[in-house]
T-cell receptor, first 112, second 114 residues
Framework: EPEVTQTPSHQVTQMGQEVILRCVPI?????FYWYRQILGQKVEFLVS????????KSEIFDDQFSVERPDGSNFTLKIRSTKLEDSAMYFC??????????FGPGTRLLVL | GENVEQHPSTLSVQEGDSAVIKCTYS??????FPWYKQELGKGPQLIID?????GEKKDQRIAVTLNKTAKHFSLHITETQPEDSAVYFC?????????????FGKGTKLTVNP
């Protein structure tokens, strides 16, 4: 069964450093998302991406964040200058023609 | 914007009993309501979903009901088993020009005691 994959599974970085989180969505899907989940809290929407552009972004998704689909298979989230409060689990999701969003296993980001 | 409230935050039941988790939403434009199960260290896995033009949907031991007028929907798990233990999230799908986003509730930690 097709699934969303994410790399790395864990990342530790120093405050102020740039990180890139990678996702490979399900191959025939058209809509892509990033969500985050701070430990013990609910899953929060960050950004949606369709037709090579951002469809919507949340208040969390400020100028430090960017997304890209560089090669037709990968979907990346970049945080330019990480802050302590960026520590969270980041989930990528993808969707085909229906409503169902399929989530990846997540990347646990720890900013020290 | 959309706000989803979920109750209870924790739920403990005996194996074989039923479990019910309830959610309310605020935005009448929301038209899709999935339920996700999240096991420790894993991503959310869809277990059942319902669209706003349907009042009830069932899949084996799992059922979801939707009351659009009252803006609430519920997850029902019958004959619970220890492997049902996990955190369950409800969500509301908010249309946004075709690229729908999900707004999640805070989750319910379900424990099924053998």
């Amino acid at each position: 069964e097709p699934e969303v994959t994410q790399t790395p599974s864990h990342q530790v970085t120093q405050m102020g450093q740039e990180v890139i989180l990678r996702c490979v969505p399900i191959s025939n899907h058209l809509y892509f998302y990033w969500y985050r989940q701070i430990l013990g809290q609910k899953v929060e929407f960050l950004v949606s991406f369709y037709n090579n552009e951002i469809s919507e972004k949340s208040e969390i998704f400020d100028d430090q964040f960017s997304v890209e689909r560089p090669d037709g298979s990968n979907f990346t989230l970049k945080i330019r200058s990480t802050k302590l409060e960026d520590s969270a689990m980041y989930f990528c999701a993808s969707r085909g023609g229906g409503e169902t969003q399929y989530f990846g296993p997540g990347t646990r980001l720890l900013v020290l | 914007g959309e706000n989803v409230e979920q109750h209870p935050s924790t739920l403990s039941v005996q194996e074989g009993d039923s479990a019910v988790i309830k959610c309310t939403y605020s935005d009448s434009a929301s038209n899709y309501f999935p339920w996700y199960k999240q096991e420790l260290g894993k991503g959310p896995q869809l277990i059942i979903d319902i669209r706003s033009n349907v009042g009830e949907k069932k899949d084996q031991r799992i059922a979801v009901t939707l009351n659009k007028t009252a803006k609430h929907f519920s997850l029902h798990i019958t004959e619970t088993q220890p492997e049902d233990s996990a955190v369950y999230f409800c969500a509301a799908g908010v249309p946004q020009g075709g690229s729908e986003k999900l707004v999640f509730g805070k989750g319910t930690k379900l424990t099924v005691n053998p």
